[in-house]
């Protein structure tokens, strides 16, 4: 079982997206138990967290990204997201979703400057 995550691509500084994830199969009481997060990790670079969401709704960011990035999920639809705005060349990076237990695949963020 691998999470799917996409939205990636290649934009301008100040621009923005939308990272989604979903783990196919997964069943609603389940989804709705875990914790949830994305991951980036930047070329040559350690795996950080971005943000979290856990099951209580509460949320957790990494100072980097506070204010411009909003983790969202979506307990009908079963997805996750990460809203990426204003962004940076230093967000440059895979990003992954992680739901405590298994990871995604990783998608690729490129910000030009």
């Known amino acids: 079982v691998q999470l799917q995550a996409f939205g990636g691509g290649l934009v301008q500084a100040g621009s923005s997206l939308r990272l989604s994830c979903k783990r196919p199969?997964?069943?609603?009481?389940?989804?709705?138990?875990?914790?949830w997060a994305w991951y980036r990790q930047g070329s040559g670079g350690q795996r950080e967290l971005v943000a979290r969401?856990?099951?209580?709704?509460?949320?957790t960011y990494a100072d980097s990204v506070k204010g411009r990035f909003t983790i969202v999920r979506d307990n009908a639809k079963k997805m996750v997201y990460l809203q990426m705005n204003n962004l940076k060349p230093e967000d440059t990076a895979v990003y992954f979703c992680?739901?405590?237990?298994?990871w995604g695949q990783g998608t690729l963020v490129t910000v030009s400057s």
């Open positions: 199969g997964i069943i609603t009481s389940t989804f709705w138990s875990k914790s």
């Open positions: 992680h739901d405590g237990d298994v």
């Open positions: 969401s856990d099951s209580g709704g509460d949320t």
